[in-house]
């Protein structure tokens, strides 16, 4: 077992950008990411019942602002932290849609650690690393208490931490920034900006 999770890991370090995966659509469809090649990406692990779900207002003003610019966003809704991604990868796009009015691209419910993680989200851990949070966010400080009262090491792996943990990548599917999801909207804006200029 050991031995082909070293194997799979050094595979994963070998693939150069994104454009070598594959993932499914919220209707269990085969998406290529090398259909977004040229494109800045905004890839985003979100959950429906969250204090940060309000953060889906700040990602649709960006992809509204930007798209036409040659940004995307991917959201893979996530079930893993506090179970607070339930229900069908339908009703979860039902909620975003009635009560944010996304329009960027929403795929199939993922695991993003553990055993039955998604290779990307793999590799995007592999390529950045865990940014810490930021305490003086007001969810913040109740992420460093509650996760140190799991594990007082959390911080010292890259797995990802909680919902609306953000990774942007450049036109050549490079994996450049990740981003905490008590990083402010600004930071991710400017970021987004750089590339596309």
């Not at 031995?3 to 269990?28: P, Q, S, W």
Request: proline share 4%; hydrophobic share 35%; glycine share 6%.
């Amino acid at each position: 077992m050991k031995l082909i999770v070293l194997l799979l890991t050094t595979m994963l370090m070998a693939t150069e950008n994104i454009y070598n995966f594959t993932v499914k659509d919220g209707k269990g469809n085969d998406v290529a990411l090398s259909n977004y090649k040229g494109k800045v990406l905004l890839i985003v692990n979100t959950a429906t019942r969250c204090g940060f779900t309000p953060q889906y207002d700040e990602l649709e003003a960006l992809y509204e602002k930007y798209n036409s610019k040659g940004l995307e966003i991917l959201d893979f809704p996530c079930n893993q932290f506090g179970e607070q991604a339930p229900g069908t990868n339908e009703e979860i796009h039902t909620f975003c849609t009635l009560n944010y009015n996304i329009k960027f691209a929403q795929l199939g419910k993922i695991d993003v650690n553990g055993s039955n993680a998604s290779p990307l989200f793999t590799y995007l851990k592999s390529k950045q690393g865990f940014k810490g949070f930021d305490p003086n966010h007001k969810i913040g400080k109740i992420l460093i208490d509650h996760l140190s009262k799991i594990n007082p090491d959390y911080a010292k792996d890259d797995d990802i931490k909680w919902n609306f943990t953000k990774f942007l990548i450049d036109k050549e599917g490079n994996v450049v920034k990740r981003f905490e999801p008590t990083t402010d909207i600004s930071v991710v804006e400017a970021e987004i900006k750089s590339l596309i200029d």
